[in-house]
């Protein structure tokens, strides 16, 4: 009795809030805005504030201190920015595409304070904005609009639309003159071009070309204000000029201003102000000028690499900062104040180039120190596009923004413990080995490695007893050894701009980082996981220009070279258009084999070995090739491998799906070749089965075809056409019509189709039913009658409007699956399974509305596929949410269930997929423009590893099954201990009392 | 016999015998002649000789008799048996299967402890059981053999009951969802990929 009141006081729970800690705990998040386009970095005393807007349309003001942010505008991905300024109001955006947005953000809050649009041109974008007197706002849009708006509150005062042929880009306002300055087309160059305009009433003054104006590119020319002039800058097709606006005919050369040869104007930092600096690159130096003819500071060495200038307006000086390239390990800062026009100091900052390129642009701030003398703080972008925080000579923060411009990403497992290892070795003997060893040998191989388990059995229940009791966390050291569970893994991302990223996934640290300069990744492989002794191979797959293609390999765990030696490291081809891994292993090295698709129906082997050949030809009669433009094209081919005469590869034609003309792809599925099947049925509420159709190379594809130009024509009407295509014969099992679906707005793509085992599911934006086309496709009556007649049989009413397409405006995602038989039990009997000779699969279909926009959609990923998958979704509104397979079921009864299918298990229809807060796998963080979902199973065949990108990085782990193969957190180890310890002892106590009382009744 | 007599000594003899060849003559009644009453021992065992048969063969139809009252007897429990199984429903519960299990449990055991029932109806000794092939021959003389019979296949009816519960339970495997685990999944002849070529625009 007593023991039983311990055991229940021990078994009380702890309780704990979970769930704020658990945010964080197994997710991670990467903040990031995109490389900067637009940079202010400003200084108001003792504060310093880092305004950017990026080339991903995001505006953010980043905190010096740490890199994040302190807020961030991420506008639409069809938002583009086109310029930025920071007022006294705060910042001015302008922005778009077909309708041109400009608005004022509060500078502080980040709050949106007014928004103007206009309509716009696609074809011109060029864009630029002035501020004038009182704060008003002169913006230039598509080269040709003049606007100026009320600062106050976004109000259009004057608007002109010039009449000229000369495409102006850069406005600059003096006073109350404006200057448009723009290159007029003329015979070989074009010319500067430059019109005057009044700044109160907008009326044109002038428009003139200086004599001398013929520059090679608009990027040549530069406007440095003053306050009595504005002085226009250009290099010249031979020489750089100089010209002061407004007097038409009045051009100098700026060798001849400031005394220098063979001038060649570098840049103007910061035009806006009084005193702007123009560097200047003579001969073999670099000056820097100040108008109207003073040369303040001369930098010699002007063989020197890198030349970045970037200059900072604090403490009532102007410093102007030179940084060039060091040994490639640092960087050299020279500082120069140049009002004062004197040199403050060179400094060396330590900068390894390899991971990220040669610095781009450079951004400065000069503060004073505590002692008096002075600090500063270089802000800049390197070549990867990616952006660092330097000062005191060190990299203070990293911000891999490359990473939003991340085309692929592929999970790398972690290498297993040695120990482990040792017992894989001993079963993945090579032949030769098992002839050469003796039995003896393997004897004493196998005992030794037993007792180095034993041996490390203490640090084992060490490490286990540290899991159950959650201090597994604090640990910071970053071990490249595969966990218990398998969540800690390694992602390694791969950018347009050659960037490499390698991000462990169970806290997000980087691995190693790597960076091609030149080269636009658009593909990561596995081709090796990790085996014992060898480490896992990645290979990238990049384009250095239009006609070259390149093939990296590397080991996934370093970032080096593979093989280390270096050689066939990199190959080169010509342009590849696919690369795909073929179930086949090199065997010298056990790297998988890669077919590479390229120009001219040629294709490649990698690594391109006799042995390797060998293998491929004799996989070559199974080997079946589907190829398409992708989104946008409508054509599907299907090709075979030949080897022609000359010992090379082509690809053969097989079959080919045209789709109508006005049929264009809109989304590709694609099943995993890895994907694990747990059951080849699904188990009815009567026992029988549903045999699932189960054929791999079986694609779902969507395509849409539209009228009109859009939602708000009257002609306009849209259609989703799904059909299922059987990749190895071509032909096509299935087609669906989606009436009145498509996308929301042309430029926002909503078709998403994810594909897995023998379902599909695609989404979609329903216009209604004034959007659905009038006649209707014989074929698909067709399978609307086969699906009417399933529901008939099924007692569910007839649905009588099933052609009817519902009248309420949303997205929609219907769900599909296959069987390969309408009948329960009944299956085609075989070993095997050729698509040469299957049937047509039965399919049956039901759709939801769900209340978000969807951006990106992906599947969960579990190592024996038991757990029931989770559709993942990347919501427009910034959240990676989960809808689990269960709610997309095509089974799901309309009307009350019957005994049967309450059996089965099935949830009653709903015409809407509720939004289910508790689902959101980014619970309250803002994650937006989820573009690519990746999942990976871990050990735990409950828990799925998942990372979104796009913009952000967020990485999570997902068990749409719940945990069912964990024990909760909240797991009192200590009460089920110590109850084990209570029931020993109980039955220790009893064992004797019993033996006594025994022994007593003997006695009797 | 007269009413009138108000006690009687039957001197018959028949009565001694059934008392049993008593030789305490101290004890014998009056009215007993020793020779009488073992002439009449002798006459009554020859006489009795019939009369014991008689009784064997009585003993034996009784027994037999009892012998298939105990064979029907898990007959007459069926009905029982069967109401008890429909009242405890057919979803898996602790008394459903408690309930299906026992039968099941009691009549298996029940044929396999058959002759142990029946022993106590055998007319022959138990101790010289015969073994191995007069085994079976014993058995084919065995006059128990059609209640044994008739009790086994009763019990096994018991045992078909209990099937049909755990049939009607969804215990059996007979549906094919039962072996869906076990099923290999098709190999796949053909190895088709692909997908989007890369456009390399941007």
Same mark, same amino acid.
């Given at each position: 009795? !007593?023991?039983? @009141?311990?055991?229940?006081?021990?078994?009380?729970?702890?309780?704990?809030?979970?769930?704020?800690?658990?945010?964080?705990?197994?997710?991670? #998040?990467?903040?990031?805005?995109?490389?900067?386009?637009?940079?202010?970095?400003?200084?108001?005393?003792?504060?310093?504030?880092?305004?950017?807007?990026?080339?991903?349309?995001?505006?953010?003001?980043?905190?010096?201190?740490?890199?994040?942010?302190?807020?961030?505008?991420?506008?639409?991905?069809?938002?583009?920015?086109?310029?930025?300024?920071?007022?006294?109001?705060?910042?001015?955006?302008?922005?778009?595409?077909?309708?041109?947005?400009?608005?004022?953000?509060?500078?502080?809050?980040?709050?949106?304070?007014?928004?103007?649009?206009?309509?716009?041109?696609?074809?011109?974008?060029?864009?630029?904005?002035?501020?004038?007197?009182?704060?008003?706002?002169?913006?230039?849009?598509?080269?040709?609009?003049?606007?100026?708006?009320?600062?106050? =509150?976004?109000?259009?005062?004057?608007?002109?639309?010039?009449?000229?042929?000369?495409?102006?880009?850069?406005?600059?306002?003096?006073?109350?003159?404006?200057?448009?300055?723009?290159?007029?087309?003329?015979?070989?160059?074009?010319?500067?071009?430059?019109?005057?305009?009044?700044?109160?009433?907008?009326?044109?003054?002038?428009?003139?070309?200086?004599?001398?104006?013929?520059?090679?590119?608009?990027?040549?020319?530069?406007?440095?204000?003053?306050?009595?002039?504005?002085?226009?800058?250009?290099?010249?097709?031979?020489?750089?000029?100089?010209?002061?606006?407004?007097?038409?005919?009045?051009?100098?050369?700026?060798?001849?201003?400031?005394?220098?040869?063979?001038?060649?104007?570098?840049?103007?930092?910061?035009?806006?102000?009084?005193?702007?600096?123009?560097?200047?690159?003579?001969?073999?130096?670099?000056?820097?000028?100040?108008?109207?003819?003073?040369?303040? #500071?001369?930098?010699?060495?002007?063989?020197?690499?890198?030349?970045?200038?970037?200059?900072?307006?604090?403490?009532?000086?102007?410093?102007?900062?030179?940084?060039?390239?060091?040994?490639?390990?640092?960087?050299?800062?020279?500082?120069?104040?140049?009002?004062?026009?004197?040199?403050?100091?060179?400094?060396?900052?330590?900068?390894?180039?390899?991971?990220?390129?040669?610095? %781009?642009?450079?951004?400065?701030?000069?503060?004073?120190?505590?002692?008096?003398?002075?600090?500063?703080?270089?802000?800049?972008?390197?070549?990867?596009?990616?952006?660092?925080?330097?000062?005191?000579?060190?990299?203070?923060?990293?911000?891999?923004?490359?990473?939003?411009?991340?085309?692929?990403?592929?999970?790398?497992?972690?290498?297993?413990?040695?120990?482990?290892?040792?017992?894989?070795?001993?079963?993945?003997?090579?032949?030769?080995?098992?002839?050469?060893?003796?039995?003896?040998?393997?004897?004493?191989?196998?005992?030794?490695?037993?007792?180095?388990?034993?041996?490390?059995?203490?640090?084992?229940?060490?490490?286990?007893?540290?899991?159950?009791?959650?201090?597994?966390?604090?640990?910071?050291?970053?071990?490249?050894?595969?966990?218990?569970?398998?969540?800690?893994?390694?992602?390694?991302?791969?950018?347009?701009?050659?960037?490499?990223?390698?991000?462990?996934?169970?806290?997000?640290?980087?691995?190693?980082?790597?960076?091609?300069?030149?080269?636009?990744?658009?593909?990561?492989?596995?081709?090796?996981?990790?085996?014992?002794?060898?480490?896992?191979?990645?290979?990238?797959?990049?384009?250095?220009?239009?006609?070259?293609?390149?093939?990296?390999?590397?080991?996934?765990?370093?970032?080096?070279?593979?093989?280390?030696?270096?050689?066939?490291?990199?190959?080169?081809?010509?342009?590849?258009?696919?690369?795909?891994?073929?179930?086949?292993?090199?065997?010298?090295?056990?790297?998988?084999?890669?077919? @590479?698709?390229?120009?001219?129906?040629?294709?490649?082997?990698?690594?391109?070995?006799?042995?390797?050949?060998?293998?491929?030809?004799?996989? @070559?009669?199974?080997?079946?090739?589907?190829?398409?433009?992708?989104?946008?094209?409508?054509?599907?081919?299907?090709?075979?491998?030949? %080897?022609?005469?000359?010992?090379?590869?082509?690809?053969?034609?097989?079959?080919?799906?045209?789709?109508?003309?006005?049929?264009?792809?809109?989304?590709?599925?694609?099943?995993?070749?890895?994907?694990?099947?747990?059951?080849?049925?699904?188990?009815?509420?009567?026992?029988?089965?549903?045999?699932?159709?189960? &054929?791999?190379?079986?694609?779902?594809?969507?395509?849409?075809?539209?009228?009109?130009?859009?939602?708000?024509?009257? %002609?306009?009407?849209?259609?989703?056409?799904?059909?299922?295509?059987?990749?190895?014969?071509?032909?096509?099992?299935?087609?669906?019509?989606?009436?009145?679906?498509?996308?929301?707005?042309?430029?926002?793509?909503?078709?998403?189709?994810?594909?897995?085992?023998?379902?599909?599911?695609?989404?979609?934006? &329903?216009?209604?039913?004034?959007?659905?086309?009038?006649?209707?496709?014989?074929?698909?009556?067709?399978?609307? %009658?086969?699906?009417?007649?399933?529901?008939?049989?099924?007692?569910?009413?007839?649905?009588?409007?099933?052609?009817?397409?519902?009248?309420?405006?949303?997205? =929609?995602?219907?769900?599909?699956?296959?069987?390969?038989?309408?009948?329960?039990?009944?299956?085609? =009997?075989?070993?095997?399974?050729?698509?040469?000779?299957?049937?047509?699969?039965?399919?049956?279909?039901?759709?939801?509305?769900?209340?978000?926009?969807?951006?990106?959609?992906?599947?969960?990923?579990?190592?024996?596929?038991?757990?029931?998958?989770?559709?993942?979704?990347?919501?427009?509104?910034?959240?990676?949410?989960?809808?689990?397979?269960?709610?997309?079921?095509?089974?799901?009864?309309?009307?009350?269930?019957?005994?049967?299918?309450?059996?089965?298990?099935?949830?009653?229809?709903?015409?809407?997929?509720?939004?289910?807060?508790?689902?959101?796998?980014?619970?309250? !963080?803002?994650?937006?423009?989820?573009?690519?979902?990746?999942?990976?199973?871990?050990?735990?065949?409950?828990?799925?590893?998942?990372?979104?990108?796009?913009?952000?990085?967020?990485?999570?782990?997902?068990?749409?099954?719940?945990?069912?193969?964990?024990?909760?957190?909240?797991?009192?180890?200590?009460?089920?201990?110590?109850?084990?310890?209570?029931?020993?002892?109980?039955?220790?106590?009893?064992?004797?009392?019993?033996?006594?009382?025994?022994?007593?009744?003997?006695?009797? | 016999?007269?009413?009138?007599? !108000?006690?009687?000594?039957?001197?018959?003899?028949?009565?001694?015998?059934?008392?049993?060849?008593?030789?305490?003559?101290?004890?014998?009644?009056?009215?007993?002649?020793?020779?009488?009453?073992?002439?009449?021992?002798?006459?009554?065992?020859?006489?009795?000789?019939?009369?014991?048969?008689?009784?064997?063969?009585?003993?034996?139809?009784?027994?037999?008799?009892?012998?298939?009252?105990?064979?029907?007897?898990?007959?007459?429990?069926?009905?029982?048996?069967?109401?008890?199984?429909?009242?405890?429903?057919?979803?898996?519960?602790?008394?459903?299967?408690?309930?299906?299990?026992?039968?099941?449990?009691?009549?298996?055991?029940?044929?396999?402890?058959?002759?142990?029932?029946?022993?106590?109806?055998?007319?022959?000794?138990?101790?010289?059981?015969?073994?191995?092939?007069?085994?079976?021959?014993?058995?084919?003389?065995?006059?128990?053999?059609?209640?044994?019979?008739?009790?086994?296949?009763?019990?096994?009816?018991?045992?078909?009951?209990?099937?049909?519960?755990?049939?009607?339970?969804?215990?059996?495997?007979?549906?094919?969802?039962?072996?869906?685990?076990?099923?290999?999944?098709?190999?796949?002849?053909?190895?088709?990929?692909?997908?989007?070529?890369?456009?390399?625009?941007?």
């Amino acid at each position: 009795m !007593l023991l039983l @009141l311990l055991a229940c006081l021990l078994c009380t729970p702890v309780f704990s809030a979970i769930h704020v800690d658990q945010a964080g705990a197994t997710d991670w #998040h990467k903040e990031l805005v995109g490389t900067p386009s637009h940079v202010f970095y400003t200084r108001t005393g003792q504060r310093s504030q880092l305004f950017v807007g990026t080339e991903r349309n995001v505006l953010a003001l980043i905190s010096p201190k740490t890199g994040n942010s302190v807020w961030r505008q991420v506008l639409e991905p069809s938002d583009d920015l086109l310029s930025v300024r920071l007022g006294s109001h705060g910042l001015v955006s302008i922005s778009g595409r077909r309708l041109i947005h400009t608005r004022l953000w509060d500078a502080q809050t980040g709050f949106l304070v007014w928004d103007q649009s206009s309509d716009g041109n696609v074809s011109k974008p060029a864009a630029d904005l002035t501020f004038t007197g009182g704060g008003d706002v002169v913006t230039l849009i598509n080269g040709e609009t003049v606007t100026r708006l009320s600062g106050e =509150e976004g109000s259009i005062l004057w608007s002109s639309k010039l009449e000229t042929s000369a495409t102006y880009r850069c406005i600059y306002a003096h006073g109350r003159v404006l200057y448009l300055i723009g290159t007029k087309q003329s015979r070989d160059y074009p010319e500067v071009s430059i019109i005057q305009m009044d700044a109160i009433t907008g009326r044109i003054i002038e428009e003139y070309q200086p004599p001398n104006g013929a520059v090679r590119a608009s990027e040549d020319i530069f406007v440095a204000g003053d306050v009595e002039h504005v002085y226009l800058y250009w290099n010249g097709v031979a020489r750089a000029y100089r010209h002061i606006l407004g007097r038409q005919a009045d051009v100098e050369e700026v060798e001849e201003v400031f005394g220098i040869e063979s001038a060649e104007i570098v840049t103007v930092l910061q035009p806006e102000t009084m005193h702007p600096d123009i560097i200047i690159r003579a001969k073999d130096k670099y000056l820097i000028a100040r108008n109207p003819h003073t040369v303040v #500071h001369t930098f010699q060495r002007a063989h020197l690499e890198g030349n970045i200038f970037a200059t900072a307006h604090s403490l009532g000086k102007t410093h102007v900062l030179r940084l060039t390239r060091g040994s490639g390990k640092e960087l050299r800062a020279e500082l120069v104040d140049s009002t004062s026009a004197k040199a403050i100091g060179t400094y060396s900052i330590p900068f390894i180039e390899r991971m990220s390129g040669p610095v %781009q642009k450079a951004f400065l701030d000069v503060f004073p120190k505590k002692d008096g003398s002075i600090g500063f703080r270089i802000f800049i972008i390197t070549a990867d596009g990616s952006t660092k925080l330097l000062k005191d000579g060190a990299i203070v923060w990293t911000k891999e923004e490359a990473l939003t411009k991340a085309s692929a990403a592929v999970y790398v497992d972690l290498p297993e413990k040695s120990l482990l290892s040792q017992v894989h070795d001993e079963l993945n003997e090579q032949p030769e080995e098992t002839a050469s060893i003796t039995s003896i040998e393997r004897y004493m191989r196998r005992v030794r490695s037993h007792y180095n388990k034993v041996k490390a059995l203490p640090e084992r229940i060490v490490a286990m007893s540290k899991y159950l009791f959650g201090s597994s966390n604090t640990h910071d050291d970053m071990d490249l050894r595969a966990d218990m569970l398998g969540v800690r893994k390694v992602i390694v991302f791969a950018s347009k701009t050659g960037k490499v990223v390698a991000y462990d996934t169970e806290r997000g640290r980087t691995v190693w980082e790597r960076y091609f300069g030149g080269i636009s990744f658009w593909q990561v492989e596995n081709i090796r996981t990790s085996v014992v002794k060898y480490p896992p191979v990645i290979t990238l797959v990049g384009n250095r220009d239009e006609s070259t293609s390149l093939l990296y390999r590397l080991n996934a765990l370093t970032g080096d070279d593979y093989p280390g030696d270096g050689s066939n490291a990199t190959s080169e081809f010509g342009l590849i258009r696919k690369v795909m891994r073929l179930p086949l292993e090199e065997p010298e090295d056990r790297t998988h084999l890669l077919a @590479l698709v390229g120009q001219d129906s040629q294709v490649y082997l990698h690594p391109d070995s006799p042995v390797a050949r060998g293998a491929f030809e004799t996989f @070559l009669p199974t080997f079946h090739l589907y190829l398409t433009e992708g989104v946008g094209s409508s054509e599907l081919g299907g090709f075979k491998v030949a %080897q022609s005469p000359d010992g090379n590869y082509k690809l053969i034609s097989t079959w080919k799906v045209e789709f109508p003309d006005d049929e264009k792809i809109a989304a590709l599925g694609e099943v995993s070749k890895h994907e694990h099947v747990a059951s080849l049925g699904r188990v009815l509420g009567n026992r029988s089965v549903l045999y699932k159709y189960l &054929n791999p190379n079986l694609l779902a594809l969507a395509t849409i075809a539209t009228t009109g130009t859009g939602p708000f024509d009257a %002609q306009f009407t849209s259609v989703v056409l799904l059909y299922l295509i059987d990749t190895v014969t071509g032909s096509i099992h299935y087609r669906a019509e989606f009436k009145g679906a498509g996308h929301v707005l042309p430029d926002i793509p909503s078709i998403h189709l994810v594909q897995s085992e023998n379902w599909a599911v695609v989404s979609y934006w &329903n216009h209604g039913p004034e959007a659905a086309p009038s006649q209707i496709d014989q074929s698909t009556i067709e399978t609307e %009658q086969d699906l009417k007649k399933k529901r008939k049989k099924k007692r569910k009413p007839a649905a009588a409007t099933s052609f009817a397409v519902p009248d309420a405006k949303g997205f =929609e995602m219907a769900t599909l699956e296959f069987y390969e038989s309408a009948k329960p039990d009944s299956r085609l =009997e075989s070993n095997t399974f050729s698509s040469f000779q299957s049937k047509r699969p039965h399919v049956i279909a039901q759709s939801y509305a769900f209340p978000k926009r969807i951006n990106a959609m992906a599947l969960t990923a579990t190592g024996a596929g038991i757990t029931t998958k989770e559709v993942l979704l990347g919501l427009a509104e910034g959240h990676l949410y989960g809808v689990n397979k269960r709610l997309l079921d095509p089974r799901r009864p309309v009307g009350a269930p019957t005994a049967d299918e309450k059996e089965e298990g099935v949830l009653p229809y709903r015409a809407t997929l509720d939004f289910n807060p508790k689902e959101v796998a980014s619970y309250h !963080l803002y994650v937006p423009r989820i573009e690519h979902v990746l999942s990976s199973a871990t050990k735990l065949e409950s828990t799925s590893l998942t990372i979104a990108w796009g913009l952000d990085i967020f990485c999570a782990r997902r068990s749409p099954s719940k945990a069912f193969d964990v024990l909760s957190e909240g797991f009192n180890y200590g009460a089920l201990l110590t109850t084990i310890a209570a029931l020993i002892l109980g039955i220790w106590v009893a064992k004797g009392m019993a033996q006594r009382k025994k022994l007593n009744d003997l006695w009797k | 016999m007269t009413s009138k007599a !108000l006690w009687t000594f039957n001197l018959t003899g028949s009565d001694t015998v059934a008392r049993g060849n008593s030789r305490n003559t101290k004890l014998d009644p009056p009215g007993f002649a020793e020779a009488v009453a073992n002439d009449g021992a002798r006459i009554s065992r020859r006489g009795s000789q019939d009369d014991q048969q008689e009784k064997e063969v009585q003993i034996a139809n009784l027994k037999m008799k009892k012998a298939w009252d105990a064979a029907l007897a898990p007959g007459k429990s069926i009905p029982m048996n069967a109401i008890m199984l429909y009242m405890s429903g057919n979803s898996i519960q602790i008394f459903s299967v408690l309930v299906t299990v026992m039968l099941l449990w009691n009549s298996i055991k029940a044929i396999m402890g058959v002759n142990t029932v029946f022993d106590r109806f055998s007319t022959k000794s138990t101790e010289t059981r015969p073994r191995g092939i007069a085994a079976l021959l014993a058995l084919s003389s065995d006059p128990l053999l059609l209640p044994k019979l008739a009790y086994i296949v009763l019990q096994f009816g018991c045992l078909a009951l209990g099937v049909w519960k755990c049939g009607a339970m969804g215990l059996l495997p007979t549906a094919h969802s039962d072996w869906l685990a076990f099923m290999e999944p098709k190999k796949i002849l053909e190895y088709g990929v692909g997908g989007s070529l890369e456009s390399h625009t941007s």
